[in-house]
């Protein structure tokens, strides 16, 4: 079967490698249909992400059919895959949270990924997508992120919330708060970027950097939101954001950055703000994102901005990582 493989920064390659023919104990053969790429691929393809180690088959964001028949799965069926290999076994496993696993290893991340015509997945990691197309599917993960952002800061429809950073996790953050019906607020360095998302997705409060933290913080009533999930990955802008933060908010770090952090306490403490992290997605993020595809709350078609077959991912890789701006979600065809 042919595999992506990227060998060191810069240097990817179409290589033939023998085709799984069958699975360890508990895990399932899935042929794959889509892969979605992200930030997390072009930082592997440049080299900017810490401890990783090539040669490696990235891709994570994928959707498949299952080649055998196993653990309740049919041959054929569609189903989205879970990246995150938890070991249920640790502490955190074992307290429900498999996403924050302290041995947790992501497919096309710390193991092989599905840029790859078969991948073997365990079993519990495999949700049934029967609702969805296979570009859908392959979607799921990169939304299940701000699903489970969303989910951790428990906000409603009476809150007042502001996204910081509108890439792809942070729309998918912004999408989710307005599913919940609360008042959903962008900000963004980038004017183009949501005007385009309000056309699109109905946004209706966007807000530049250049308009300045005070036309922010006169549009949230003056008192500050409810909620601010920052999805910038800059650690001078998560820095900045906790002045957005209202008396009794919260705030969810959903970006990593690679810094330090700091803040004022007595900002911090009058707030009582709550300070949280947010770190991949659960089973039930993923059923959270399923059934609003399938539902037809996130209009798919519009984050599908980029598209390549298997045979052009050298080059279509290679062209997306170096001219990204544009780019919501790429999406590259396995097979049908
Ligand atoms: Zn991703
Ligand atoms: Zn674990």
């Given at each position: 079967?042919?595999?992506?493989?990227?060998?060191?920064?810069?240097?990817?390659?179409?290589?033939?490698?023998?085709?799984?023919?069958?699975?360890?104990?508990?895990?399932?053969l899935?042929?794959?249909?889509?892969?979605?790429?992200c930030?997390t691929?072009?930082h592997?393809?440049?080299?900017?992400?810490?401890f990783?180690?090539?040669?490696r088959?990235?891709?994570?964001?994928?959707?498949?059919?299952?080649?055998?028949?196993?653990?309740?799965f049919?041959?054929g069926d569609l189903?989205?895959?879970?990246?995150?290999?938890?070991?249920?076994k640790?502490?955190?496993?074992?307290r429900?949270?498999?996403?924050?696993?302290?041995?947790i290893?992501?497919l096309g991340?710390?193991r092989?990924?599905?840029l790859?015509?078969?991948?073997?997945?365990?079993?519990?990691?495999?949700y049934p997508a029967?609702?969805?197309?296979?570009?859908?599917?392959?979607?799921v993960?990169?939304?299940?992120?701000g699903?489970?952002?969303v989910r951790?800061?428990?906000?409603?429809?009476?809150?007042?919330?502001?996204?910081?950073g509108?890439?792809?996790i942070?729309?998918?953050?912004?999408?989710?708060?307005?599913?919940?019906?609360?008042?959903?607020?962008?900000?963004?360095?980038n004017?183009e970027?949501?005007?385009?998302l309000?056309?699109?997705?109905?946004f209706?409060?966007?807000?530049?950097?250049?308009?300045?933290?005070?036309?922010?913080?006169a549009?949230?009533?003056?008192?500050?939101?409810?909620?601010v999930?920052?999805?910038?990955?800059?650690?001078?802008a998560?820095?900045?954001?906790?002045a957005?933060v209202?008396?009794?908010g919260?705030y969810?770090?959903?970006?990593?950055?690679?810094d330090?952090?700091?803040?004022?306490?007595?900002?911090?403490?009058?707030?009582e703000?709550?300070l949280m992290g947010?770190?991949?997605?659960?089973?039930?993020?993923?059923?959270?994102?399923?059934?609003a595809?399938?539902?037809?709350?996130?209009?798919?078609?519009?984050?599908?901005t980029?598209?390549?077959?298997?045979?052009?991912?050298?080059?279509?890789?290679?062209?997306?990582?170096?001219?990204r701006?544009?780019?919501?979600?790429a999406i590259?065809?396995?097979?049908?």
């Amino acid at each position: 079967m042919r595999a992506l493989v990227v060998a060191a920064p810069g240097r990817l390659t179409l290589e033939t490698r023998p085709r799984p023919q069958s699975a360890p104990e508990g895990w399932v053969l899935v042929d794959i249909a889509r892969v979605g790429i992200c930030g997390t691929d072009y930082h592997i393809l440049e080299g900017n992400q810490p401890f990783f180690e090539y040669p490696r088959v990235i891709g994570h964001e994928l959707s498949g059919r299952i080649a055998e028949d196993a653990h309740g799965f049919r041959r054929g069926d569609l189903v989205t895959v879970n990246p995150y290999v938890s070991c249920g076994k640790c502490r955190a496993c074992l307290r429900g949270k498999p996403n924050c696993c302290t041995n947790i290893a992501v497919l096309g991340v710390h193991r092989d990924g599905g840029l790859a015509e078969r991948l073997a997945v365990p079993a519990g990691n495999l949700y049934p997508a029967d609702d969805l197309a296979p570009d859908q599917a392959a979607m799921v993960e990169f939304l299940a992120i701000g699903a489970h952002a969303v989910r951790r800061s428990r906000l409603t429809a009476e809150d007042r919330v502001l996204v910081v950073g509108l890439g792809p996790i942070g729309l998918g953050t912004a999408l989710f708060a307005k599913a919940r019906g609360a008042e959903v607020h962008l900000l963004d360095a980038n004017a183009e970027r949501l005007d385009a998302l309000k056309g699109d997705f109905g946004f209706t409060h966007t807000h530049t950097l250049a308009d300045g933290p005070q036309a922010v913080m006169a549009a949230s009533g003056g008192a500050g939101f409810d909620v601010v999930f920052d999805a910038t990955g800059s650690a001078r802008a998560i820095e900045a954001g906790f002045a957005y933060v209202g008396h009794g908010g919260t705030y969810v770090l959903v970006s990593v950055v690679k810094d330090e952090i700091r803040f004022l306490d007595p900002e911090f403490h009058k707030r009582e703000m709550t300070l949280m992290g947010s770190r991949n997605a659960t089973r039930e993020d993923f059923e959270t994102v399923t059934a609003a595809m399938a539902g037809g709350t996130i209009d798919t078609a519009k984050l599908k901005t980029h598209a390549a077959h298997f045979p052009d991912v050298v080059a279509a890789l290679s062209g997306w990582s170096a001219d990204r701006r544009d780019i919501v979600k790429a999406i590259v065809t396995v097979a049908e």
